[in-house]
């Protein structure tokens, strides 16, 4: 039986919550350990799902994982890395697309990797063939067998020149991961330059790597021979300090988020004060409140960074059902992200879907068929419904949602929250929701 949250809503979510090291970054530092000789020391490290399926991965190829008595922190020990079995691989890696960041990696330390062969579907819209092209680019050979994929470097990895068609993260971290060992210079154009992004590079400098970031989404790296250890605080959560600022937002509450940062959230803060949200910062987070007066509506567009990520979005959603007017949001980023807002509908929402580029620039989805565009009336009272988590981001907007609704909801698959929200119960708790947990006990 899926785990679920039985959640009386209609009250105001107020009090102090932390937030820890990104889960966009965390991973990649952790995979990055793979090519140091020497140990590595994370900290900020969230207790999420994620962490421990990553961890289980470099287990299998050998990393020895320690956590020492501070919490937060990992020691990752890669001095004897090993090739893994495929199918325990698989069974590890479940839906997550880490195993494809070790290729690089692996390559580099064992001269080959072997991946499951993930397809498009098991990693949903974000398909394997931009990871497999990068690494063809490089010089890897990539023969499909039965039971997966195996990469070989018959001539070493060297370096190149390469053009994303978009500038994707997954596969911007491809590159890096995969640069840094390789023969000469690789020069990366349209690169993602996210915030988690500079800080997997900035992981990376203090392995020894050479990069720079160049304008116009330019990075160059230049390959060394070795890979020694690293000592890092991850960068904070902003994807999860954002959900909380918009479930404070959607609540009439008011939540303090220690260890949010301004800087990598400075889009976000634009939005949240355009619609009528109030904040304070200080050197330990932010404080974000509803200040009590009318929300207004407002046009939005996602883009990749310095955009307004897609990862804000959902959680937004819930909170523009509460401004008045009619909100326009264009999601440019992943095609079938709005598809969550039917069970907003069910719950009292009026949102519409259409297939058009809406309130902003034509984006490569406007021709595609797909519905990606949305337009919110507000402000509408939410009403609690039985409903089931799609995807981590929107599950965590439907927990908002069920939280700011008149009545009782039940929230099922809550297990999935788990992958980016650390400790959210306990969050829910010092900030006074009411609820209770049902289903098996999640670790």
């Known amino acids: 039986m899926a785990n679920f949250l039985r959640v009386d809503g209609g009250a105001p979510l107020v009090g102090d919550i932390e937030v820890r090291g990104a889960k966009n970054l965390v991973s990649k530092a952790m995979v990055a350990a793979l090519l140091a000789e020497d140990r590595c020391r994370l900290r900020g490290v969230p207790e999420i799902s994620d962490v421990k399926i990553v961890s289980g991965l470099l287990e299998l190829h050998g990393v020895k994982i320690d956590s020492t008595d ?50 498009g579907c098991r990693i949903g819209d974000r398909p394997i063939n931009y990871h497999l ?22 001539n070493g990895l060297n370096g190149t020149r390469i053009q994303l068609p978009y500038p994707s993260v997954g596969a911007t971290e491809q590159v890096l991961l995969t640069a840094v060992r390789a023969n000469g210079v690789t020069e990366l154009r349209n690169a993602a330059v996210e915030p988690e992004i500079l800080d997997l590079i900035a992981v990376l400098q203090k ?37 909380w600022a918009c479930a404070a937002l959607a609540t009439k509450g008011d939540i303090y988020v220690r260890g949010a940062q301004q800087q990598a959230m400075m889009p976000f803060l634009n939005v949240f004060r355009k619609i009528g949200g109030a904040f304070d910062i200080d050197d330990e987070g932010i404080r974000f409140w509803h200040a009590g007066d009318t929300l207004q509506s407002l046009v939005l567009e996602t883009d990749v960074h310095p955009g307004f990520m897609t990862d804000w979005q959902q959680p937004l959603v819930v ?13 440019t980023v992943y095609e079938n992200r709005l598809g969550f807002t039917e069970a907003l509908a069910e719950m009292g929402a009026v949102i519409q879907l259409y297939r058009e580029c809406l309130g902003g620039s034509p984006c490569r989805f406007g021709r595609a068929n797909f519905r990606h565009s949305a337009v919110i009336s507000g402000p509408t009272p939410l009403r609690g419904a039985e409903i089931t988590v799609p995807d981590l981001r929107g599950g965590f907007s439907y927990l908002i949602a069920a939280l700011a609704a008149e009545g009782q909801s039940t929230v099922h698959g809550i297990d999935l929250i788990y992958r980016g929200y650390e400790r959210f119960s306990d969050k829910l708790d010092a900030l006074g929701a009411h609820y209770e947990v049902g289903g098996p006990k999640v670790a």
């Open 70 to 119: 501070r919490d937060g922190e990992l020691l990752l020990d890669p001095t004897n890395v090993e090739q893994a079995h495929v199918a325990d691989i698989d069974a590890h890696a479940g839906t997550s697309r880490v195993p494809v960041l070790l290729c690089g990696p692996l390559l580099h330390r064992l001269g080959e990797a072997f991946i499951p062969d993930l397809g």
């Open 319 to 331: 909170a523009l059902t509460q401004t008045t007017g009619l909100s326009i949001v264009h999601e």
């Open 207 to 243: 392995m020894g790597a050479i990069i720079s970031v160049e304008t116009d989404r330019v990075i160059r790296i230049e390959g060394v021979d070795r890979l020694g250890g690293y000592d890092h605080l991850a960068i904070p959560d902003r994807i999860e300090a954002g959900s």
């Open 133 to 154: 092209d990068v690494l063809r680019q490089f010089g890897a050979d990539v023969q499909k067998r039965p039971e997966g994929l195996r990469l070989t470097a018959p």
